[in-house]
Structure formats: C-alpha cells, structure tokens
C-alpha cells in the first residue's frame, strides 16, 4: 500500500513536539495501529475515530498525527498489523501441493 509523509508516519515538515512536562510519552506507532485495530474489532470500522482512538490511548486526537500522517495512514496500517498476524503455510512441499490441499 502507498504510504504518504516520512517513513515514521510523520507528515511532512511536521516535527514531534515535546509536551509542557518536557518528557516524550511512550506512546508508538505501533501502539496506536495495534489499539486501533481492537477498536475496530470491539465497535466496527465505522465506530472508529480518531477521537475515540485518541481517548483509548490516554492522548489527544492531534497527538495521533505525529504517528499517523491522517486517517487513511491509519487504516493502512491497520491493514498492515492484520496481514502480519495471519500465519503463512509450510513452504515443504512446493507449491502445487499448497494448492492442492
């Protein structure tokens, strides 16, 4: 899937700021895209938002955006977590007999 923005998810010229206390929260890209697709799976797809995603984390909606570049870059993503949990099959016996199963 195209990505938009920097590799990190970032948009482009944006910069992550550092919050009043002058600590950076844990808080990943990997963490959003994984609480995302609870959500998704708890409410639908369509009951997700970037307020409530927001929310779920303990964060500001904004604040998602220095991981995400914009909503679509989440669903990718969330694309992305999904197909790297479904297992792929033993690759012994080449591949007509994968089919033929």
Request: charged share 25%.
């Amino acid at each position: 899937m195209a990505r938009t923005g920097q590799a990190d998810g970032r948009r482009n010229g944006s910069r992550a700021r550092t919050p009043a206390g002058g600590r950076r929260g844990s808080l990943s890209r990997a963490q959003v895209l994984e609480t995302a697709v609870t959500l998704a799976d708890e409410s639908g797809i369509d009951g997700l938002s970037m307020r409530k995603l927001g929310q779920a984390l303990g964060v500001e909606a904004m604040s998602l955006y220095n991981h995400v570049a914009s909503k679509s870059d989440l669903l990718d993503g969330m694309v992305d977590v999904v197909f790297g949990e479904i297992g792929l099959p033993a690759s012994d016996g080449g591949w007509r007999q994968a089919i033929s199963c």
